[in-house]
């Protein structure tokens, strides 16, 4: 794998701080802060490692947070 380009890793650190934004409202802030926060931090493991495919580990990480962020919401429907 070639090494990842500098819009890649752009990308990946905007969606990294995006999985870590939360609304410091959400009754599940802690809970939620940590599973997304591990989400990113296991990404950026696999990206620390050579020969990633980075733009596979962004569109990974987007679809877990994109799954994550509809279990909250469908919690928040639930209340």
Known sequence: MAEPT???LREL???????ITIPFDDPD???RLDRRASMVRV??????NEGADVA???????KKLAEEQGQADQRKNRR
């Not at 650190?13 to 999985?19: D, K, N, S, T």
């Not at 990404?43 to 620390?48: A, I, K, M, Q, Y």
């Open 13 to 19: 650190l905007a969606l990294a701080r995006e999985g």
């Open 43 to 48: 990404t950026l493991d696999g990206v620390e």
């Open 29 to 31: 802030y802690e809970t």
């Open 56 to 62: 596979h580990d962004i569109a990974f990480l987007r």
């Open 6 to 8: 500098t819009q890649e």
